[in-house]
């Protein structure tokens, strides 16, 4: 008899972006005519820049050719683009990494929910609150997490990130945590964290003994000099912090896939025993039996974001977001509401108005203005009472979506 895997059936049914897209097809079911603009969920919508696409031509010509073509790859990626990472991401700002540090992913969703994999069932997690679901659900999956009760989970620390403490989250007191996961600039709230505050949480790790997993997946976002773009600007970071990144947002990638995650040799995890193991090489033993590498062309199109004509591109494209999300920031606060984030990160962390909870707020918006937010509390129990925007929609919608949001609110 074939057994299920049982923790995969505590798993909450409800993911956040069916449930709105259900929601919105209710709405267009009543009112077939209605033009419904989404900054909701959060998907790009720029084309992939031209030395992106040329590089994958490339690519492309040369798999066609018997010199030329390439069939599995190595697991931790192709040099060129492991040596264009050191140089262009992490020299320029003093870290200094060695190329087996670096391991190219298929995106960092796949890395950020299959790296728990490494450690023991019973480490106690931290996530901020809210969060991207997949840090709690890849735990979930293993049995991690206790029982969900009253919206969270039993064997989970969240630690709030709200208004109230200026989205910068306490360090844990009482039972320590072991693994901690962390993302700045930070989706959904969009907001940031400061090196002094960041020192903390590897003090934090250091003390404890505790892993820091730290999701950067939007570092290309950032604009204030001072806001660190990776974990290692940090002393200390290199002996208790893996840390992922995405082309996917800085790139367009989220079709393409690939991105990268770093786990220093210093890093390592303890048996009952007390040994020390390594996790740099167990997770190249793990993604050499699971994985056979991110595609060729993927990774030459990956490289090409660090021409100059790639970064250059690339920042026109990002700098187009972040004009949206300025907009939306000054529009939305005209309007009178209260909104946080959007400065370095292309996310808007609305407040609800008068107390509406995130769901009702959602439904209001959407009949009285045909715009589609992200309810803030399917990204944990402190995302109640917030709504999340994106900014990655084109200027058109964008600003349609914010004369209908003034036009309702008079
Ligand atoms: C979008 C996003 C990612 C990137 O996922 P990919 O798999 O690389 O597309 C990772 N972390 C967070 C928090 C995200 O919002």
Same mark, same amino acid.
Request: glycine share 8%.
């Given at each position: 008899?074939?057994?299920?895997?049982?923790?995969?059936?505590?798993?909450?049914?409800?993911?956040?972006?069916?449930?709105?897209?259900?929601?919105?097809?209710?709405?267009?079911?009543?009112?077939?005519?209605?033009?419904?603009?989404?900054?909701?969920?959060?998907?790009?919508?720029?084309?992939?820049?031209?030395?992106?696409?040329?590089?994958?031509?490339?690519?492309?010509?040369?798999?066609?050719?018997?010199?030329?073509?390439?069939?599995?790859?190595?697991?931790?990626?192709?040099?060129? &683009?492991?040596? !264009?990472?050191?140089?262009?991401?992490? $020299?320029?700002?003093? +870290?200094?990494?060695? *190329?087996? %540090?670096?391991?190219?992913?298929?995106?960092?969703?796949?890395?950020?929910?299959?790296?728990?994999?490494?450690?023991?069932?019973?480490?106690?997690?931290?996530?901020?609150?809210?969060?991207?679901?997949?840090?709690?659900?890849?735990?979930?999956?293993?049995?991690?997490?206790?029982?969900?009760?009253?919206?969270?989970?039993?064997?989970?620390?969240?630690?709030?990130?709200?208004?109230?403490?200026?989205?910068?989250?306490?360090?844990?007191?009482?039972?320590?945590?072991?693994?901690?996961?962390?993302?700045?600039?930070?989706?959904?709230?969009?907001?940031?964290?400061?090196?002094?505050?960041?020192?903390?949480?590897?003090?934090?790790?250091?003390?404890?003994?505790?892993?820091? &997993?730290?999701? !950067?997946?939007?570092?290309?976002?950032? $604009?204030?000099?001072? +806001?660190?773009?990776? *974990?290692? %600007?940090?002393?200390?970071?290199?002996?208790?912090?893996?840390?992922?990144?995405?082309?996917?947002?800085?790139?367009?990638?989220?079709?393409?896939?690939?991105?990268?995650?770093?786990?220093?040799?210093?890093?390592?995890?303890?048996?009952?025993?007390?040994?020390?193991?390594?996790?740099?090489?167990?997770?190249?033993?793990?993604?050499?039996?699971?994985?056979?590498?991110?595609?060729?062309?993927?990774?030459?199109?990956?490289?090409?974001?660090?021409?100059?004509?790639?970064?250059?591109?690339?920042?026109?494209?990002?700098?187009?977001?972040?004009?949206?999300?300025?907009?939306?920031?000054?529009?939305?606060?005209?309007?009178?509401?209260?909104?946080?984030?959007?400065?370095?990160?292309?996310?808007?962390?609305?407040?609800?108005?008068?107390?509406?909870?995130?769901?009702?707020?959602?439904?209001?918006?959407?009949?009285?203005?045909?715009?589609?937010?992200?309810?803030?509390?399917?990204?944990?129990?402190?995302?109640?009472?917030?709504?999340?925007?994106?900014?990655?929609?084109?200027?058109?919608?964008?600003?349609?979506?914010?004369?209908?949001?003034?036009?309702?609110?008079?």
């Amino acid at each position: 008899m074939a057994l299920v895997n049982t923790h995969f059936l505590n798993l909450q049914n409800n993911y956040l972006f069916a449930d709105v897209a259900k929601k919105v097809n209710a709405f267009k079911v009543m009112h077939p005519k209605a033009d419904i603009i989404s900054l909701g969920i959060g998907d790009v919508t720029q084309p992939l820049c031209p030395a992106v696409i040329e590089a994958m031509h490339k690519a492309v010509d040369e798999m066609s050719t018997a010199d030329g073509f390439r069939g599995y790859g190595p697991e931790q990626g192709y040099d060129f &683009l492991r040596e !264009a990472i050191l140089k262009n991401d992490f $020299r320029p700002r003093g +870290i200094h990494l060695d *190329i087996d %540090e670096v391991f190219i992913n298929d995106g960092a969703k796949s890395d950020t929910g299959n790296f728990q994999e490494l450690l023991h069932w019973d480490n106690f997690i931290g996530v901020t609150d809210p969060i991207y679901p997949v840090y709690i659900d890849s735990n979930v999956m293993i049995g991690r997490c206790g029982i969900y009760q009253d919206g969270r989970w039993t064997n989970v620390r969240y630690m709030p990130t709200t208004a109230e403490n200026g989205f910068v989250p306490e360090i844990p007191q009482g039972r320590p945590v072991d693994v901690i996961y962390l993302c700045y600039p930070n989706n959904p709230t969009g907001t940031v964290i400061t090196k002094q505050e960041l020192r903390k949480w590897i003090n934090y790790a250091l003390k404890n003994d505790a892993l820091i &997993l730290y999701d !950067a997946a939007y570092q290309a976002y950032i $604009r204030d000099p001072e +806001i660190p773009r990776s *974990i290692y %600007e940090i002393r200390g970071a290199r002996k208790c912090a893996v840390e992922f990144h995405s082309y996917s947002k800085t790139a367009g990638f989220t079709g393409i896939r690939c991105g990268y995650t770093i786990v220093p040799k210093e890093v390592s995890v303890a048996t009952f025993e007390g040994e020390r193991i390594p996790l740099n090489q167990l997770w190249l033993r793990r993604q050499c039996t699971k994985f056979n590498g991110t595609s060729y062309v993927s990774q030459r199109a990956a490289e090409a974001i660090y021409t100059p004509e790639g970064k250059r591109q690339v920042q026109q494209t990002i700098d187009y977001y972040m004009e949206n999300a300025s907009r939306l920031l000054n529009t939305l606060r005209s309007v009178g509401y209260e909104c946080y984030g959007g400065e370095n990160a292309p996310y808007i962390w609305m407040r609800t108005p008068d107390g509406m909870t995130s769901w009702s707020f959602f439904e209001s918006l959407l009949y009285g203005a045909n715009v589609v937010c992200t309810p803030g509390v399917g990204f944990g129990p402190s995302g109640e009472g917030y709504v999340r925007f994106t900014a990655f929609g084109t200027h058109e919608r964008t600003l349609e979506a914010l004369e209908r949001i003034k036009r309702w609110n008079r």
